[in-house]
């Protein structure tokens, strides 16, 4: 054979061996993956294998993915390959017990009628064909649970909603909310009327209805809810108590200065709608504030009377929360991509013991200010507040997640008179008596807990007004224009989910940030924005305290063509003074923002001129020094 044709023959045999070895060998290996990603983006969370190592019946996951409509979209189809491989890890984890199918809905098919049939949403796009990008699971008994649309915004949280979508399949049963409430609008099983998180809770919730003079917790509640709750009695503070450490999952809403409260009459002697987390936050190492927050930044607006017009004007007490104040690497407060709004809410200070941890889930800005609580409570107008605001210095605490094995408020036993109660909360006499070492009205047997059976999950909120549709439901449309009620729902899904979902860290999106610019702009932003806050809090003030100025002015000398007329010469002088300070602080205002854009512009230009320069330099350098060190060899 000659040498030509051995060659033809060898390589069309290793070809051959080549195809054949990657046939056999990809499924045995197909589980097989090494992750060298920065924050290992291939690789399954323990919470997710525990979930799918443990399915007791078998799910299918049907992957709906238009593929000629996506190719149209680059960040759309890079996202739906991490969908496809992730999905695909699952599947090998999981083995026999997981499923997974793959659909492409052409149009005018049956896989678009199947899409359709299951709730897939279809987005419209600029050509004549829509975007299927959804998911179905289904379980052995035909339970079906959709995400409509696979949002490439959601890649953070992408890992835990497919987690939680299959957990759910093969736990099917809701979780039961028990919900403790004086606020009248949330009560009841939000069927009908209520506030619209409510009814939000009930479309995947049982809900339970606890009365504010209950003597026994329901055994099948698996979460409490407790908003705004006022006036606790020791002996259902022990109840609350022994619950937490038994179940160890509770959202907690509490509020030094309800708004909805107030307009309910609901308020405490010193006229402030308060509630608190009274000795559970003592055990917890939990203290509310007893003033409310204001947050001049971020003030929502609000229309005022004034001077016998309708105008806005922002209201330092109504805060519009930032995604960017919020923890961006937890469950509860990632996906969240609206601000959330509160209504005077209060500050909450963490001193926890050994075994608890306290992370915060929402901060106000760099320069808050309390107010007095009965003064929020009432109708203070935009105007006041600013009177009153006195900047802290640095970030107060609005809501955040308690995490670790909580210790019991009632170390010594049940208060007085608790051991008195039979199971139906009623004086149970010589027979109570002999069982005054349990718990007898958590409707079940057994000693007193000193503390956590289990490690208990908490998340507190510091307002109870975020709750009220009218901070963030538009009253024309119904629409919610905050995030209000997705942070109550995460909450709530989070805190449903089973320890190994707790655990599930929440996944960054596949992105190499420029660190070093972060750092730089976080270093120039820390610089000048507390000076700035506090410099947009004053010329606040100062324009208040013009435009009332004016109005006195304005209101004997109109006809007379001298706005001034009414004012006496301190006022007079009062007003020049504000005009100039105004004019100051504009100009220190403009300037602090020329300063902040000066050096980001200077890191930019630095980094370009790296960037773009630095390699083709460097190559030239070494060849040069190539060249000069061969032209001396070859001299020498």
Same mark, same amino acid.
């Given at each position: 054979m000659g040498q030509r044709p051995f060659v033809w023959l060898t390589s069309a045999l290793a070809l051959t061996i080549f195809v054949l070895a990657n046939t056999l060998v990809q499924p045995a290996l197909s589980g097989w993956r090494a992750d060298f990603t920065e924050g290992k983006q291939f690789t399954l969370s323990d919470g997710t294998r525990q979930t799918l190592t443990d399915l007791a019946e078998p799910v299918e996951l049907t992957f709906i993915y238009s593929r000629r +409509?996506?190719?149209e979209f680059p960040a759309i189809r890079a996202y739906a390959q991490r969908v496809r491989e992730l999905l695909q890890s699952f599947e090998a984890e999981a083995g026999r017990n997981l499923r997974l199918v793959e659909i492409d809905p052409t149009p005018f098919s049956e896989a678009e009628d199947e899409a359709l049939s299951n709730g897939i949403t279809a987005v419209q796009t600029d050509g004549d064909d829509p975007l299927y990008f959804g998911l179905v699971g289904r379980n052995a008994v035909d339970d079906d649970l959709v995400i409509p649309y696979l949002a490439p915004e959601r890649e953070g949280t992408l890992e835990y909603d497919l987690t939680r979508l299959i957990a759910r399949l093969d736990n099917p049963d809701p979780a039961t909310i028990g919900i403790l409430t004086d606020l009248?609008?949330?009560?009841?099983?939000?069927?009908?009327?209520?506030y619209f998180a409510l009814q939000e809770i009930a479309r995947s919730y049982d809900i339970e209805t606890i009365g504010s003079n209950f003597t026994s917790l329901p055994k099948r509640v698996d979460i409490l809810l407790m908003a705004h709750v006022t006036d606790l009695s020791d002996e259902q503070a022990y109840l609350i108590d022994q619950f937490l450490l038994d179940k160890g999952r509770a959202l907690i809403l509490v509020d030094p200065a309800s708004k909805a409260a107030a307009a309910?009459?609901? +308020?405490? &002697?010193?006229? %402030?709608?308060r509630s608190d987390l009274g000795a559970l936050g003592e055990a917890w190492g939990l203290r509310l504030s007893q003033n409310a927050v204001a947050d001049a930044p971020h003030a929502l607006p609000v229309t005022v009377e004034e001077n016998g017009r309708i105008v806005e004007q922002g209201q330092p007490l109504f805060i519009g929360v930032p995604t960017a104040l919020m923890a961006r690497d937890d469950l509860v407060t990632a996906p969240i991509s609206r601000r959330i709004n509160l209504g005077a809410p209060g500050a909450l200070q963490a001193f926890p013991p050994d075994g608890l941890t306290f992370r915060a889930l929402i901060r106000t800005d760099?320069?808050?200010?309390?107010?007095? *609580? *009965?003064?929020?409570?009432?109708e203070m107008l935009p105007r006041d507040v600013l009177r009153a605001y006195e900047a802290e210095d640095g970030q107060l605490v609005l809501a955040g997640r308690l995490s670790g094995r909580l210790p019991s408020a009632f170390p010594e036993g049940p208060p007085p008179g608790e051991e008195t109660a039979d199971e139906s909360g009623n004086g149970g006499g010589e027979e109570a008596a002999e069982v005054q070492d349990v718990a007898p009205s958590l409707e079940r047997s057994g000693p007193h807990l000193v503390s956590s059976r289990r490690p208990a999950e908490l998340i507190i909120i510091a307002d109870a007004d975020l709750l009220d549709d009218g901070f963030y439901i538009d009253p024309r449309s119904g629409a919610p224009v905050g995030g209000n009620a997705n942070l109550i729902l995460n909450a709530i899904d989070n805190l449903s989910g089973g320890a190994e979902l707790l655990n599930l860290r929440s996944r960054t999106p596949d992105l190499r940030p420029m660190v #070093? +610019?972060?750092r730089l702009r976080e270093a120039a932003e %820390?610089?000048?924005?507390? &000076? &700035? %806050? #506090?410099? &947009?809090? #004053?010329?606040? #003030?100062?324009l208040q305290r013009l435009e009332e100025l004016r109005a006195i002015g304005a209101s004997g000398g109109f006809f007379s063509g001298d706005l001034e007329a009414d004012l006496s010469t301190v006022e007079r002088a009062e007003l020049a003074d504000l005009r100039q300070t105004v004019i100051e602080t504009r100009t220190r205002l403009r300037e602090i923002e020329r300063n902040y854009r000066r050096s980001i512009d200077r890191l930019e230009g630095v980094l370009r001129l790296f960037n773009i320069w630095f390699g083709p330099v460097f190559v030239l350098l070494l060849g040069l020094a190539v060249w000069w060190h061969r032209e001396r060899q070859a001299a020498g």
């Open positions: +409509v996506g190719q009248p609008n949330f009560e009841g099983n939000g069927s009908e009327g209520g309910s009459g609901l +308020v405490g &002697e010193d006229g %402030a709608a760099e320069a808050p200010s309390f107010i007095d *609580a *009965a003064d929020a409570s009432g #070093r +610019v972060d %820390a610089e000048f924005f507390e &000076e &700035e %806050a #506090r410099l &947009e809090a #004053r010329l606040a #003030r100062s």
